[in-house]
């Protein structure tokens, strides 16, 4: 793969339509859809009647799940259709900032090609849960394994939408659930047409012979066998070379829309209160696992999908393993709970972490510890878009420098450091991870857009600080040693630029925590 002209961020994200999610967005050109008023009807009166089943649901099947608006929990169809126009703009845009030739090509028509998830197997015939593709997912809606989009745009701005999809088949669908079938494709998802997965390759090669495009493909995150062959295979023919195209989705995904934020906060607000429930009932002698199942049990029964993540549950020194994830030990009396959860809702995630006394009250060192924690992460939320706040590697260089002077302050820290550079190791030896991370579709979302990005309305990311003090350091008082404490909580920055804590429902204040078990 070429490495692509590196732009300024603000230009990316100018080429990209990222920006208009919050002003008058002018539709692009596009080829005349092919679905009705009546084709529409239709198919909502098949669902009702039970004269057909689509691959996921919708709002005539799951009432209690999709609005009539919606294509998911949340989004409607126009939505997506928005999505990938702006992104195809955006790379006919980006390749304009080259001048007359691009990839070798004076050709203005591009091309994208993205595949969705593979089922995965635990075993034998053993399917592990299914989850989209989440660039997929956010460019089509479409629930399905083993589809395609393909999209392009040609020289003067039209943009067309193809969608992939497995036909009908009544004995796999007998095993496996109803199939949308590229019958119903093109009413349910607001594409331009729709076609077998069988016939993607030839499609392909008539589009470009058509086009003479730029392919624009993701190689190394294709699940798709034949899709990857396929491309490779059109490579080698038109002499040119994939485009990698994960960084432009990222940088969309990265500025959430208004439909998005709601999304977000109802994630955060599930999760916020499973984690006051199972807070509250802790007590010693319960094991990790069963806090694990009450937190997942909690967040289905409002709704969420499953968890975001294999969840921390650690108590005591296993607090100290930052990614302790066996969840099988006892719970101790005098011992903190550190629990770090999220769950998925609509598609999006959320991520909290809070740390707790086993048996209700903190002990004088855990106290001494977590509220020392509970003020960092107060004023690290502060200091969001203010000096020494204006990306996610400045917060969590703040954080190191001023962690390092509250050591100091409680004596875990010499008190002969006055560097400022000095303090902030002091800091980041105590706290060995970053202290935020974009969040959306994924936990670690957008994980290719850098954390020195400026912070803009629009963003989510989690604020997480923490402690982690191994049971063998000789070098702090013995009374803090096996102790671990982190506070995270997730933050959106609305379209109005005003901070909020999407997590602020799930307690952290140390003697409202106490309260919880009285």
């Known amino acids: 793969m070429i490495a692509l002209k590196r732009l300024p961020r603000f230009c990316l994200l100018r080429a990209l339509g990222t920006k208009p999610k919050f002003s008058t967005y002018t539709a692009p050109r596009m080829c005349k859809s092919q679905i009705t008023a009546e084709e529409v009807r239709g198919v909502a009166d098949a669902l009702k009647n039970g004269l057909r ?58 091309m994208l090609v993205i595949g969705a998830a593979s089922k995965k197997y635990m075993s034998g015939k053993i399917p592990y849960v299914f989850r989209q593709s989440s660039d997929f997912y956010y460019l ?15 020289d003067v701005g039209t943009v067309q939408s193809t969608l992939f999809m497995r036909p009908k088949d009544p004995h796999a669908e007998l095993w496996d659930g109803p199939r949308t079938g590229p019958d119903y494709a093109v009413q349910l998802f607001g ?56 960084t432009f989705v990222e940088n969309m995904r990265l500025i959430k829309s208004p439909a998005e934020m709601q999304l977000m906060r109802r994630t955060c607000s599930i999760a916020s209160h499973a984690f006051n429930e199972v807070m509250a009932e802790t007590r010693p002698g319960q094991s990790e696992h069963q806090l694990y199942a009450s937190i997942d049990f909690k967040c289905r029964m ?3 999908s499953y968890l975001a993540y294999p969840p921390v549950v650690a108590a005591g020194k296993n607090a100290t393993v930052i990614h302790y994830v066996n969840n099988t030990q006892l719970l101790q009396p005098q011992e903190l709970l550190l629990m770090d959860a999220g769950c998925e809702y609509g598609g999006y995630t959320s991520d909290i972490t809070r740390t707790w006394p086993v048996s209700g009250q903190f002990t004088d060192p855990q ?22 706040g204006e990306t996610l590697d400045q917060m969590f260089e703040t954080t190191c420098y001023r962690l390092g002077k509250y050591l100091q302050e409680i004596g875990l820290v010499g ?42 309305p629009g963003m989510v990311f989690t604020v997480e600080p923490g402690i982690y003090i191994d049971e063998k350091r000789t070098d702090v008082p013995d009374e803090f040693r ?23 429902g799930c307690v952290k204040e140390r003697r409202a925590l106490e309260d919880l078990f009285k």
């Open 302 to 304: 409002r709704s969420a």
């Open 191 to 246: 594409v331009h047409e729709a076609h077998p997965i069988d016939n993607f390759q030839q499609t392909l090669a008539a589009r470009i012979a058509q086009l003479k495009p730029h392919l624009w493909f993701d190689l190394k995150q294709s699940e798709l066998p034949t899709v990857t062959d396929a491309m490779l295979q059109v490579c080698n023919n038109e002499r040119t070379q994939l485009l990698p195209v994960y």
């Open 415 to 456: 008190k002969d450091l006055t560097d400022h550079k000095e303090l902030a190791t002091q800091g980041y030896k105590f706290c060995p991870h970053h202290v935020s991370h974009y969040l959306g579709m994924d936990v670690h979302d957008t994980p290719h857009v850098p954390r020195n990005t400026r912070l803009q």
């Open 53 to 110: 089943a689509l691959g996921q649901p919708t709002s005539a099947t799951h009432p209690h799940l999709i609005r009539p608006n919606e294509l998911v929990p949340g989004v409607g169809q126009a939505e997506f259709q928005t999505r990938r126009s702006q992104l195809m703009q955006g790379l006919q845009a980006y390749a304009g900032s080259f001048g007359d030739e691009f990839n070798g090509r004076t050709s203005k028509s591009h």
């Open 367 to 388: 106290r001494t510890l977590y509220d020392m924690m509970e003020q960092l992460q107060k004023e690290t939320i502060e200091l969001i878009m203010q000096p020494g």
């Open 140 to 154: 089509t809606g479409c629930l399905e394994p083993d589809s395609v989009l393909l999209l392009t745009i040609d």
């Open 482 to 504: 096996g102790i671990g404490i982190r506070i995270e909580d997730d933050i959106l920055i609305n379209e109005q630029g005003q901070i909020e804590v999407l997590t602020a």
